[in-house]
């Protein structure tokens, strides 16, 4: 049959024959949802993550996380680009699991959205992480409003392609307060010099950027200096970032 091009509700007339030309018809209501995460609930146990693979530079992990897995989940891409699909693979219970590749030229934020149909319900999670690509002989900025990252021409020693990707905090010791948002800056080549980062912090907070050690489970001190409502600090390597 022919497809649905606009989303709404829509009244279709199903009519059947059968051989002797005796005709039935029937009516069936038609609920058509965009996919382009305009519509869908969010709730607690429906959720998408992106994880930087650290064997395949050029690839991001996505994981989709559901606590009742009856519903299969869709994921999509998209934002300075037209929406697509990812295929995801069921890895173990509750958890769905697809790649997608960081490519030269890529510009700007980039969405990742969980889809499931549950029951009558339409569930949805986004994640948005931020790309750019450097090339070996210039600078390139990326930046969103909690955070600035400044690569330098030969940060990289040749063209790479550059995500910075917000998520929680977690992990955190007593002694430790944090603010905002951490950041996985990850990248399809190793660093060769150090690109600058900024982190916004509110006004009169007293801030220090950490790095996390994920071989001793720990934020480890990185420091950083105080220009207006950011801290600033040289990378000394790729990884995840807070204040």
């Given at each position: ?31 058509v949802l965009p996919v382009d995460g305009s519509a869908g609930e969010t709730r607690e146990g429906f959720s998408v993550t992106v994880v930087p693979n650290p064997i395949?530079?050029d690839y991001l992990d996505l994981f989709v996380l559901t606590d009742d897995d009856r519903y299969a989940p869709r994921l999509r891409t998209g934002g300075s680009s ?162």
């Amino acid at each position: 049959g022919e497809g649905f091009a606009v989303s709404g509700a829509e009244v279709v007339t199903i009519t059947a024959r059968d051989n002797a030309g005796n005709l039935a018809t029937g009516r069936v209501l038609v609920q058509v949802l965009p996919v382009d995460g305009s519509a869908g609930e969010t709730r607690e146990g429906f959720s998408v993550t992106v994880v930087p693979n650290p064997i395949q530079p050029d690839y991001l992990d996505l994981f989709v996380l559901t606590d009742d897995d009856r519903y299969a989940p869709r994921l999509r891409t998209g934002g300075s680009s037209p929406w697509r699909g990812l295929s995801l693979t069921s890895i173990a219970e509750g958890i769905w699991h697809a790649t997608d590749a960081l490519t030269p030229g890529m510009e700007g934020p980039v969405d990742f959205l969980a889809l499931a149909l549950e029951g009558q319900r339409l569930t949805s999670s986004r994640r948005q992480i931020f790309v750019g690509t450097a090339p070996a002989a210039a600078g390139k900025t990326i930046a969103a409003a909690d955070f600035q990252l400044d690569v330098a021409a030969g940060d990289f020693g040749a063209e790479a392609v550059v995500a910075v990707i917000p998520g929680a905090i977690d992990h955190v010791p007593e002694e430790l307060v944090p603010i905002g948002s951490a950041f996985d800056v990850h990248a399809t080549r190793p660093l060769t010099s150090s690109p600058s980062l900024s982190l916004r912090t509110p006004a009169g907070v007293d801030a220090a950027v950490y790095r996390w050690d994920g071989l001793d489970q720990r934020w480890r001190f990185v420091g950083g200096d105080r220009d207006g409502d950011r801290v600033q600090v040289a990378l000394p390597r790729l990884g995840r970032y807070a204040l």
